[in-house]
């Protein structure tokens, strides 16, 4: 298991976009009004507009894992509270994400 997506939400698309890709050195894998991604060293960075559709107010790693459900159920079970429930997010890949028992937002990425 290890952290290879971390998701940034952005106020502003286009600014952000320009500073993530003389950052990365890398232009754009992914590249569309409401997401830009690179693939940069085996590590995906996304930039997300207004925190998307889950209202993210900080940044959000992933922890990439084998078995989204089992992970959830761990997690939970050791006192986490699940924030977003898996779901499918694009073909045979799912995400989900818990809270930490401070309010930290934690993701998982399962590939299928």
Avoid: C
Avoid at 15 to 40: C, F, H, I, N, Q
Avoid at 46 to 53: D, E, K, T
Wanted: net charge negative; charged share 20%.
């Amino acid at each position: 298991m290890e952290i290879k997506t971390v998701l940034h939400p952005v106020s502003d698309l286009e600014a952000a976009k320009r500073v993530y890709t003389a950052l990365l050195g890398a232009e754009p894998t992914a590249d569309s009004a409401y997401y830009v991604g690179y693939d940069v060293g085996g590590q995906h960075i996304g930039l997300v507009p207004s925190g998307g559709p889950q209202g993210m107010t900080s940044p959000v790693a992933y922890w990439h894992v084998t078995d989204i459900e089992a992970k959830l159920a761990e997690v939970t079970a050791a006192g986490g509270a699940v924030k977003e429930a898996a779901h499918e997010v694009g073909p045979g890949r799912q995400v989900a994400t818990v809270t930490d028992p401070d309010g930290n937002v934690l993701g998982l990425l399962q590939d299928k």
